[in-house]
């Protein structure tokens, strides 16, 4: 029906549309997962080594006893120029393997006076052993070894510290032997310049 008075006719604009409710659902579902992803991601560890041959981010996993507890996120230098500092993320529920005296180290294919290890990695690359450790808090970083240790921290002997004005020539696992008899290996200290029997 047309309105002959000539006055105007206003009509409410609806302010809501069905239109909107795909774009809400969508956000609300992409918040969701976010969320879901952050709350749920593991530990950070950050490792510190001279050389990251073999380590790629995204690609290299964290292993310990062979099952997969983490993976390599980036290897950069540090701002020293000197070392290559690898962040790494833990799965969830991996912290409890977090200790002070826990151990990484990477495994590759390597021959020695030990014999030959990590052959299983000539196919599927090199990969990061994590050992479990049991005391003290986490630290800021770990030292990535080269190879791993010679004992895991408790085993039964005793180890013992050999400081010197200077870093000696030895190689790792040269047994210490007393009247032709092995009662130990020699080993580089991770951490610092001394050398541990």
Same mark, same amino acid.
């Given at each position: 029906?047309?309105?002959?008075?000539?006055? $105007? !006719?206003?009509?409410? +604009?609806?302010?809501?549309?069905? +239109?909107?409710?795909?774009?809400?659902?969508? *956000?609300?579902?992409?918040?969701?997962?976010?969320?879901?992803?952050?709350?749920?991601?593991?530990?950070?560890?950050?490792?510190?080594?001279?050389? $990251?041959?073999?380590?790629?981010?995204?690609?290299? /996993?964290?292993?310990?006893? %062979? +099952?997969?507890?983490?993976?390599? #996120?980036? $290897?950069? @230098?540090?701002?020293?120029?000197?070392?290559?500092?690898?962040?790494?993320?833990?799965? %969830?529920?991996?912290?409890?393997?977090?200790?002070?005296?826990?151990?990484?180290?990477?495994?590759?294919?390597?021959?020695?006076?030990?014999?030959?290890?990590?052959?299983?990695?000539? @196919?599927?690359? $090199?990969?990061? #052993? =994590?050992?479990?450790?049991?005391?003290? %808090?986490?630290? *800021?970083?770990?030292? @990535?070894?080269?190879?791993?240790?010679?004992?895991?921290?408790? *085993? !039964?002997?005793?180890?013992? =510290?050999?400081? *010197?004005?200077?870093?000696a020539s030895c190689r790792r696992a040269i047994r210490c032997c007393s009247a032709a008899i092995a009662w130990g290996?020699?080993?580089?200290?991770?951490?610092?310049? /001394?050398?541990?029997?």
């Amino acid at each position: 029906m047309e309105n002959k008075s000539g006055e $105007a !006719k206003v009509q409410k +604009v609806k302010n809501w549309s069905p +239109v909107w409710i795909f774009p809400i659902v969508t *956000a609300l579902i992409g918040a969701w997962i976010l969320f879901y992803h952050y709350s749920h991601q593991g530990p950070e560890v950050t490792l510190i080594t001279t050389n $990251a041959e073999g380590i790629e981010g995204g690609k290299t /996993r964290i292993k310990s006893r %062979s +099952v997969d507890v983490g993976v390599v #996120e980036s $290897a950069t @230098l540090t701002d020293d120029l000197t070392h290559v500092e690898i962040k790494a993320r833990l799965n %969830s529920g991996m912290q409890k393997l977090l200790h002070n005296d826990s151990v990484f180290w990477v495994v590759k294919p390597q021959v020695g006076r030990e014999g030959i290890s990590g052959l299983g990695t000539l @196919l599927s690359g $090199a990969y990061i #052993e =994590l050992q479990p450790g049991t005391k003290g %808090s986490v630290p *800021a970083q770990y030292p @990535l070894l080269d190879s791993p240790p010679l004992a895991s921290p408790d *085993a !039964k002997g005793i180890r013992i =510290l050999l400081e *010197a004005a200077r870093r000696a020539s030895c190689r790792r696992a040269i047994r210490c032997c007393s009247a032709a008899i092995a009662w130990g290996q020699w080993k580089p200290a991770p951490s610092t310049r /001394r050398n541990v029997v």
